[in-house]
């Protein structure tokens, strides 16, 4: 695992209102929830919309294409909507020294 610092200053996170980050080419989702950050995969497993641009519902992150729902501390598609599968949720942290999200993966 290694830590990659996202160019997104932790403050600059609203409530439940993701954005786009990217990392080696992979889009992420970051959002604030409950005062905690989160970092899941920006990708829909379905058929690629855009996490990012999602919301957030009843501890879920809901894809803005079809309403794939996935829960947001660990990714897992819900099973009312099992046409999108499992995506990833990272461990994420605020680096000290430049207030930026950072995660490992
Ligand atoms: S692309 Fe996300 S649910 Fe279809």
Do not use: Q
């Not at 919301?55 to 879920?60: L, P, R, T, V």
């Not at 294409?65 to 461990?91: C, L, M, Q, R």
């Not at 430049?98 to 490992?104: D, H, P, Q, R, Y």
């Amino acid at each position: 695992m290694t830590r990659h610092e996202l160019g997104i200053d932790a403050k600059s996170l609203k409530e439940d209102s993701p954005v786009e980050a990217e990392i080696d080419g992979k889009k992420l989702a970051v959002f604030l929830h409950a005062g905690k950050i989160y970092v899941l995969t920006g990708t829909c497993s379905h058929e690629g919309g855009p996490l990012y641009d999602g919301s957030i519902d009843d501890g879920k992150l809901i894809c803005p294409w079809h309403s794939g729902a996935f829960e947001i501390g660990t990714g897992k598609a819900d099973e009312n909507t099992p046409w999108a599968t499992d995506i990833v949720a990272y461990s994420a942290s605020i680096d000290k020294a430049s207030g930026k999200v950072a995660i490992e993966m």
